[in-house]
């Protein structure tokens, strides 16, 4: 039986692929987990989208979640941001949350998604909130995240690597 998260995963990725515009983002490998000791929490992005200014902004696609979780999930874009790190997060509109608290998470960070992760979503929420507006702070640069492998190549890299998911 197939995971629907990497169900999700592996359809974003085709979906960026096939897009005719990404606006100057690639898509790369997420940074690992972004820890939160002192909440006892973190996070793990999916993936990292780089645009050509160095710009770096994490994504992680929140699998089951509550509303509780989602609301939790907000405080912690807030959070990371405070640390230098943009995370956007996509969360599917089948799952466990209100109409009404979806629409105000979206307000932030939150991708709302129905049964796909749409490229051209995650673009307008990239354009429409540079990370330079985000109360001063600059998003963290570190080395250029790797281009994401093709599936048939991820899925050889998923068998031969542990998920931090798992």
């Not at 592996?10 to 997420?30: H, M, P, Q, S, V």
């Not at 997060?89 to 979806?102: K, T, V």
């Not at 979503?121 to 109360?135: C, D, F, G, N």
């Amino acid at each position: 039986m197939r995971d629907r998260d990497g169900d999700v995963r592996e359809a974003f990725i085709r979906a960026w692929d096939r897009a005719k515009d990404t606006g100057g983002w690639e898509l790369g490998n997420g940074p690992g987990v972004l820890p939160f000791p002192e909440l006892k929490t973190a996070l793990v992005p999916d993936f990292t989208l780089k645009n050509e200014s160095g710009e770096q902004v994490h994504l992680e696609i929140l699998g089951f979640w509550s509303e509780r979780k989602l609301i939790e999930r907000v405080a912690l874009l807030r959070e990371a941001r405070e640390r230098g790190h943009r995370v956007l997060i996509a969360a599917s509109q089948n799952l466990g949350a209100s109409p009404e608290a979806l629409a105000e998470a979206a307000k932030s960070d939150v991708i709302p998604f129905k049964n796909r992760l749409d490229a051209k979503a995650v673009l307008e929420k990239l354009v429409s909130r540079p990370a330079s507006q985000y109360e001063g702070q600059e998003t963290q640069s570190t080395s250029p995240a790797p281009r994401v492998a093709s599936l048939g190549e991820q899925k050889s890299q998923d068998l031969a690597e542990p998920n931090p998911k798992s």
